[in-house]
């Protein structure tokens, strides 16, 4: 089972470097969240690939810095907007396709957003034929304050597009906006292709593995009889720890489970 880490728990610290510390830690899954469009750059993207030929390090997913963006950029009734964001998209698919990796996470469009359901569907799609070109899938996230923080959003692209229709569950995320993670599991099984992992307990939702009150050995066997085999990246924020070797900890504090 891959146990891996995305450079965004170290932010604001510079993308590079926060791959660096993973890869130094021996950690050997990670996700790259991009912070600049300057890093999309072929230099800056040969850095990280260096680092990743080195330590060996299996880079499961890419996370666009557009994220904040993209309701305004894809989901919005402005069709250039839309013809660069498709562009942006495409760049991020060939740059996972450098890595290896599979998989771009979208945090997608804002409730208040112009489109309908079958729209915004077929806005997906267009993102996800451009990356499949390369081998790469796009991943809608559950996010709060976005139409994917709404379950019943995320069954309306079920039922719109199918299998095609593929998620990335944030357990944090899910506590957000008040559902329990495994309602998503259970209902979005099928559609599953990857996880973002932290803790949670009754004062924060958002704490490094081990720190909190969730069973991660339930949450493992769970996920893997329902089929899944993707990887778990811990994703929380910088105000989750104090030290960077606490990151550190709560994964090796993972891979000691039984059902990890």
Do not use: W
Not at 86 to 96: G, N, V
Not at 115 to 141: P, T, W
């Amino acid at each position: 089972m891959k146990i891996g880490v995305s450079t965004s728990c170290f932010y604001p610290l510079e993308t590079e470097l926060a791959f660096e510390k993973i890869a130094k830690a021996g950690i050997k899954t990670a996700e790259v969240f991009f912070n600049a469009e300057c890093e999309l750059k072929q230099d800056f993207v040969d850095i990280l690939l260096k680092i990743q030929h080195e330590y060996g390090i299996d880079i499961v997913s890419v996370h666009p810095t557009m994220s904040l963006a993209e309701s305004f950029m894809l989901f919005s009734a402005y069709d250039r907007r839309l013809k660069a964001g498709i562009e942006s998209y495409r760049r991020y698919s060939e740059i996972a396709a450098m890595f290896g990796a599979r998989y771009i996470i979208m945090h997608g469009g804002k409730p208040n957003g112009v489109l309908e359901n079958g729209e915004y569907c077929e806005r997906y799609m267009l993102l996800q034929d451009v990356a499949r070109q390369n081998g790469v899938s796009v991943l809608q996230e559950n996010v709060l304050r976005h139409r994917a923080g709404d379950i019943e959003f995320l069954a309306s692209m079920q039922e719109i597009l199918g299998k095609d229709a593929q998620f990335c569950i944030d357990v944090k995320q899910a506590l957000r906006c008040g559902y329990d993670p495994y309602e998503l599991i259970e209902r979005f099984s099928g559609n599953i292709k990857h996880f973002h992992i932290s803790d949670h307990s009754e004062e924060s939702d958002c704490l490094l593995p081990g720190r909190g009150e969730f069973d991660f050995d339930e949450f493992f066997r769970k996920t893997r009889s329902l089929g899944y085999d993707g990887a778990y990246i811990v994703e929380v924020y910088r105000n989750a720890y104090n030290e960077y070797g606490e990151i550190f900890d709560s994964y090796n504090f993972i891979k000691t489970l039984k059902n990890a």
